[in-house]
């Protein structure tokens, strides 16, 4: 995944991870400047956007000329307000605990301040990281909804005003917003950023997970995060041969989606890669079954202070969400987890002589209004514990984003982000 590094006489802001490290670290752009030209960008489209929980100019700017340097050294990142910090408030998206403060940052937080990026702010996160909806709105036009949870990262983004951010998955509440957002959402397979001190929902499910420009700054902070270089080295095969799977809900998909899945096909094969259409296996549906078992039975109980003791102080939402979740017994959740003892034997025949397979990010365009949409072809991947991102791939009838899911094997994060970027290149080419 090489690409050139190069410093135009353009704002700092336009720089993408990889390119403002490079310069920080060799002196000749400092972490300051590249703080205060995002700062600037938060200030002139935060009023519209609100993809801010807590931003505060001073203390970003402070934190930047205080930079250490390292791998991300003067990279930009927002935090989901999800995620503890020791020097902002973290609310959890919720009212009933705003103006918390942790005594710690998660180790998340703190490694990434170690290696040299700087945290702008705490990005708006839905109520808990469920489905009770924030203030953010869609850049792309604020009638719309950012999708949710991870609502204020994917906006930020979006919106220029960092260069990546972090947001959490349980069912598909990083790659649906990005999708809806026009920006690469990464997943990365199960355990592979440590997801200490982020509000839990799901132990079996929660992954942290990168927003980013591109496919490549996904890969070089997770590489640099998860302290496995190979992230950012990844290889595409000659001629990579990719799965067009459309899953057991295609008929959810709608004509934006399907638009966005034959340009990605055109794209591939122009690119001289192979596409194959993958049959749907008859038993495949019952996986959506033990995604709702596993979250239903795990998050009621990871919840049960503020389900028990912060009652009528959660959202009516919030409150609803949770009752319809405690609907899964321990029976359907212990008979889930039975079958969930080999995921690899689930996810290979799947993949099987493909390198990745691509598939609905989100059923369509962002809708309108504040409903954070429908995680239908997110559950299962997360379930799996799959690699997965969202590659933008143009815009829908409303000019609103679409995206194309890439799903990789469990581990395999380099290949899969290699053949995506893969897929990001040729999607480009192909545009007029």
């Known amino acids: 995944m090489s690409d050139t590094t190069s410093f135009s006489d353009g704002s700092p802001a336009d720089l ?48 930047a000329r205080a930079n250490r340097g390292g791998p991300l050294a003067g990279v930009t990142f927002g935090v989901k307000d999800v995620i503890d910090t020791a020097d902002m408030p973290t609310g959890y998206g919720s009212a009933a605990y705003e103006g918390s403060r942790p005594p710690w940052d998660a180790p998340i937080v703190a490694l990434t301040r170690q290696f040299g990026g700087v945290v702008m ?68 397979s199960f355990g592979t950023l440590n997801r200490t001190a982020a509000k839990a929902l799901s132990d079996s499910l929660d992954t942290i997970g990168v927003i980013t420009r591109d496919v490549r700054d996904a890969a070089f902070v997770t590489a640099a995060l998860a302290e496995q270089p190979a992230l950012a080295q990844g290889r595409v095969p000659g001629a990579p041969t990719v799965g067009l799977f459309r899953t057991s809900r295609w008929h959810q998909a709608e004509p934006a989606t399907r638009a966005a899945l034959e340009r990605a096909v055109a794209a591939i094969r122009a690119a001289g890669g192979v596409v194959r259409d993958i049959a749907v296996p008859d038993d495949f549906d019952r996986l959506y079954a033990l995604h709702d078992a596993v ?21 009516p939402i919030t409150r609803a969400f949770i009752e319809t979740l405690a609907q899964a017994t321990r029976a359907d959740y212990d008979a889930a987890l039975a079958r969930l003892k080999d995921r690899d034997a689930i996810v290979e025949p799947l993949l099987a002589g493909c390198d990745v397979l691509i598939t609905p990010a989100a059923p369509g365009e962002a809708p309108a209004g504040m409903p954070t949409g429908d995680p239908v072809f997110n559950k299962v991947w997360t379930l799996l514990h799959t690699p997965a991102l969202t590659v933008p791939a143009g815009l829908g009838p409303n000019g609103l984003p679409v995206g194309v899911q890439v799903v990789g094997r469990i581990g395999d994060d380099a290949g899969t982000l290699a053949v995506a970027a893969f897929l990001e290149d040729a999607l480009k080419a192909l545009q007029p």
């Open 16 to 63: 993408s991870a990889r390119e403002t490290a490079g310069l920080v670290a060799s002196g000749q752009l400092s972490a300051e400047a590249v703080s205060a030209a995002f700062a600037d960008r938060i200030a002139a489209r935060e009023q519209d956007v609100q993809a801010f929980a807590h931003f505060d100019r001073e203390r970003a700017l402070a934190e």
């Open 295 to 315: 979250m239903g039975w795990e998050t009621p109980r990871t919840l049960s202070f503020e389900r028990w003791i912060l009652g009528e102080r959660i959202s």
């Open 121 to 188: 702010g705490k990005t708006v996160s839905t109520e808990f990281a469920m489905s009770s909806p924030g203030k953010t709105r869609n850049p792309h036009n604020t009638a719309h909804t950012p999708g949710g949870s991870s609502s204020g990262s994917c906006a930020a983004v979006a919106a220029g005003m960092v260069h990546a951010a972090f947001g959490t998955q349980t069912s598909g509440s990083v790659v649906r917003p990005a999708a809806y957002c026009g920006v690469v959402g990464y997943k990365p």
